[in-house]
């Protein structure tokens, strides 16, 4: 069976699906989903690329970063660094080589924990990371419910995971929980509700890898922007219907919640726009910043601010991606393209404010990396270049990670604090006064 029979199938015995719905099903099936049936979709052979696609410079810098917030959060003998949507773990990669190699004291104190819900995702980790996870220093701690409920709309809870040991990740972390291997078995999946709002409140579905007082970075590298979302317009909340195997848009009422949100941003659709309603990506950032109960959360992605959409912009920002370039159907080729929306930081800020943490304002991709590497003259991105024509590209690759004419300024990072004094970063401190 095809994803697009599938999903034919739910609406012919449920009747139109919520967009949210529709966007999950496409990238999260556990069998058919885009982000579940392989892991070739990223790098310059695949549907798109990551900063960490571009050159290991990205990682490297991150470590530096992610080294500084350890000194200010005092140096603890643990800590833990949570990657929300890892992928194939380039990233993780040289964050733990490039800190084995150049903070030493850090890396002994550091854990990397991986959330991915992909199986043929977690698999590839398990390759990438291998010697970390040989090493105890990796882990993927929990296995993850399918998302989906045989209720309409439903998405079902995390399950704990109770594995054995393989060579992979048989190493003990700070509370007792074991790397381990994912087996096959799940318990009885959890209908969490039927309402359009609800079905991913339980998204999250995770435990930590070390005790909850060992001192936490959550880090999340374009994860928000593949969330599902509701798409509001003045005809009321995009559903999905078929019509002889053909995916059919129709309208419903929206729901209390949809409209409360609205009217608390103050943006409402005009006659024949449309506007993403992000309520899972709030729900998931409200859970995540409860986690932490001292250290720093880091959102790097695409996405706007209130004023930004007051003033006309990011009104209507679904959009797909198959072989690097824009697809004209979100309809098309589900499960075979992935589907994004831009990400509302004015909400993940509320969100995140509103569970006790301290946010601090969004600076640019290109501020960030560039406050990080100015000191040192971005010696992370040189020190492998023997040749003037290998240093040449690697500055090509930098130029494009943090100029305007790159994804520089794409990009917006979210950086937030608890316990701990996050304006201190050398990240955030591009472009200020050092006096």
């Known amino acids: 069976m095809t994803l697009r029979e599938k999903i034919v199938n739910e609406?012919?015995?449920?009747?139109?699906?919520?967009?949210?719905?529709?966007?999950?099903?496409?990238?999260?099936?556990?069998?058919?989903?885009?982000?579940?049936?392989?892991?070739?979709q990223f790098g310059k052979a695949g549907d798109f690329y990551t900063s960490s696609d571009v050159h290991a410079v990205f990682g490297r810098l991150l470590a530096r970063q992610f080294e500084e917030m350890w000194g200010i959060l005092g140096r603890p003998g643990q800590l833990e660094i949570l990657e929300l949507g890892p992928g194939r773990g380039l990233f993780a990669q040289d964050v733990l080589d490039w800190s084995e190699k150049k903070f030493p004291q850090f890396f002994a104190a550091l854990h990397y924990s991986l959330v991915e819900r992909s199986p043929a995702l977690r698999e590839r980790l398990k390759l990438t990371l291998g010697r970390h996870f040989n090493l105890g220093k990796a882990s993927l701690p929990q296995r993850l419910k399918p998302p989906f409920s045989n209720m309409p709309n439903g998405t079902a809870e995390a399950v704990p995971f109770h594995g054995g040991t393989d060579s992979l990740s048989s190493n003990k972390t700070g509370k007792g929980t074991t790397a381990v291997p994912f087996d096959d078995s799940f318990d009885s999946l959890t209908s969490i509700g039927t309402g359009t709002a609800s079905a991913v409140?339980?998204?999250?579905?995770?435990?930590?890898?070390?005790?909850?007082?060992?001192?936490?970075?959550?880090?999340?590298n374009e994860f928000f922007d593949a969330l599902p979302v509701e798409v509001l317009s003045p005809e009321g909340e995009l559903r999905v219907s078929e019509k002889d195997g053909r995916f059919v848009e129709t309208w419903a009422p929206a729901s209390a919640e949809e409209l409360e949100l609205l009217d608390h941003h103050g943006v409402n659709p005009a006659a024949g726009e449309r506007i993403e309603i992000l309520l899972f990506a709030q729900r998931y950032m409200s859970q995540i910043a409860a986690m932490v109960t001292r250290g720093f959360l880091v959102v790097i992605d695409y996405g706007y601010t209130r004023q930004e959409q007051l003033a006309g912009r990011h009104r209507g920002t679904l959009t797909a991606y198959r072989q690097h370039s824009v697809s004209a159907n979100l309809y098309e080729a589900p499960g075979e393209q992935d589907i994004t929306a831009h990400v509302n930081?004015?909400?993940?800020?509320?969100?995140?404010?509103?569970?006790?943490?301290?946010?601090?304002?969004?600076?640019?991709?290109?501020?960030?990396?560039?406050?990080?590497?100015?000191?040192?003259?971005?010696?992370?991105?040189?020190?492998?270049?023997?040749?003037?024509?290998?240093?040449?590209?690697?500055?090509?690759?930098?130029?494009?990670?943090?100029?305007?004419?790159?994804?520089?300024?794409?990009?917006?990072?979210?950086v937030c604090s608890r316990g701990v004094e996050a304006a201190r970063l050398s990240g955030l401190s591009f472009g200020k006064s050092r006096g």
């Open 201 to 220: 409140s339980s998204w999250l579905g995770f435990e930590r890898a070390l005790a909850s007082e060992v001192p936490l970075i959550i880090f999340a």
């Open 345 to 414: 930081f004015t909400a993940l800020t509320a969100a995140a404010e509103q569970n006790g943490m301290l946010a601090q304002p969004l600076v640019t991709q290109s501020q960030f990396l560039m406050g990080i590497g100015e000191n040192n003259q971005f010696a992370d991105a040189f020190e492998d270049c023997r040749l003037p024509q290998e240093h040449a590209k690697v500055a090509l690759q930098l130029k494009h990670l943090v100029t305007p004419a790159g994804v520089g300024e794409s990009f917006q990072v979210l």
């Open 11 to 40: 609406i012919r015995q449920r009747g139109p699906i919520p967009f949210s719905r529709y966007m999950e099903l496409c990238l999260y099936d556990p069998e058919l989903g885009y982000y579940s049936k392989n892991a070739e």
